[in-house]
């Protein structure tokens, strides 16, 4: 099934703690964003990648397109504060395509067989998200106090990519501006249409670099998938 996806690249990386855009860190000598990308730009089945980046980042991005071949970036659009409003600025001008994928640009080891189920259940129900089963022992916890333990079979840890059909998704975004509301991911946008969203079984070594110590967690998932092969 065909897509074309969009990652939001204008985060900050506070909680990194590096000083810049965390996507500039380096993994195995690579800069993750562009660890991301070449997932995309070696999937036969994405026709089109969309990026939204600040203003002051978008030279730098483009002179890594070009140092390490990336050809599928169809734009490089201005991001917001907020992840929301840099998806939102790629929805508005992302054309001609069925399937729309939203991941993030942060999150470099997506398998592809995940995006190609993704992209396919998407094409059949309108909505699907990326997930994995919940592990550990769940408590709901109000001011510090247990107040229950949760029942963690139906409970799903949340990744991207999320996929949707086009219209899906556009008429989404649209609602959210209108409204002035501010979800948590585009699953969360989708879900207030009364749209039913499905879950797609992924990775556990689908992580966001998100601290430090998902660099040192990044570097061994690299390791091993070279040992591997």
Same mark, same amino acid.
């Given at each position: 099934?065909?897509?074309?996806?969009?990652?939001?690249?204008?985060?900050?990386?506070?909680?990194?703690?590096?000083?810049?855009?965390?996507?500039?860190?380096?993994?195995?000598?690579?800069?993750?964003?562009?660890h991301t990308l070449n997932v995309f730009q070696e999937d036969q089945d994405c026709s089109g990648i969309w990026l939204a980046a600040k203003p002051e980042e978008q030279d730098d991005i483009r002179s890594l397109l070009d140092e390490y071949g990336i050809t599928?970036?169809?734009?490089?659009?201005?991001?917001?504060?907020?992840?929301?409003?840099?998806?939102?600025?790629?929805?508005?001008?992302?054309?001609?395509?069925?399937?729309?994928?939203?991941?993030?640009?942060?999150?470099?080891?997506?398998?592809?067989?995940?995006?190609?189920?993704?992209?396919?259940?998407?094409?059949?129900?309108? &909505?699907?998200?990326? /997930?994995?089963?919940?592990? *550990?022992?769940?408590? %709901? !916890? @109000?001011?510090?106090?247990?107040?229950? $333990?949760?029942?963690?079979?139906?409970?799903?840890?949340?990744?991207?990519?999320?996929?949707?059909?086009?219209?899906?998704?556009?008429?989404?975004?649209?609602? &959210?501006?209108?409204? /002035?509301?501010?979800?948590? *991911?585009?699953?969360? %946008? !989708? @879900?207030?249409?009364?749209?039913?969203? $499905?879950?797609?079984?992924?990775?556990?070594?689908?992580?966001?670099?998100?601290?430090?110590?998902?660099?040192?967690?990044?570097?061994?998932?690299?390791?091993?998938?070279?040992?591997?092969?």
């Amino acid at each position: 099934m065909k897509y074309e996806v969009i990652l939001p690249a204008a985060g900050s990386g506070k909680r990194m703690g590096a000083g810049e855009n965390k996507l500039f860190l380096k993994l195995n000598g690579i800069p993750i964003l562009i660890h991301t990308l070449n997932v995309f730009q070696e999937d036969q089945d994405c026709s089109g990648i969309w990026l939204a980046a600040k203003p002051e980042e978008q030279d730098d991005i483009r002179s890594l397109l070009d140092e390490y071949g990336i050809t599928k970036v169809k734009s490089i659009e201005t991001g917001g504060d907020e992840r929301q409003h840099s998806v939102q600025a790629c929805v508005k001008v992302v054309e001609g395509t069925d399937i729309v994928l939203v991941h993030d640009a942060a999150r470099p080891f997506i398998h592809k067989e995940v995006i190609s189920r993704l992209a396919d259940e998407a094409d059949r129900s309108g &909505a699907a998200v990326a /997930g994995v089963r919940a592990k *550990d022992t769940m408590k %709901l !916890v @109000e001011d510090g106090v247990i107040q229950e $333990t949760v029942n963690r079979e139906n409970l799903w840890i949340i990744q991207t990519p999320q996929a949707f059909k086009s219209s899906v998704l556009k008429e989404a975004e649209e609602r &959210a501006e209108a409204d /002035g509301f501010l979800g948590t *991911d585009e699953a969360m %946008l !989708v @879900e207030r249409l009364g749209h039913p969203v $499905t879950i797609v079984e992924s990775t556990y070594d689908n992580i966001k670099m998100t601290t430090v110590d998902d660099l040192i967690f990044g570097e061994a998932i690299i390791k091993s998938r070279q040992e591997e092969n």
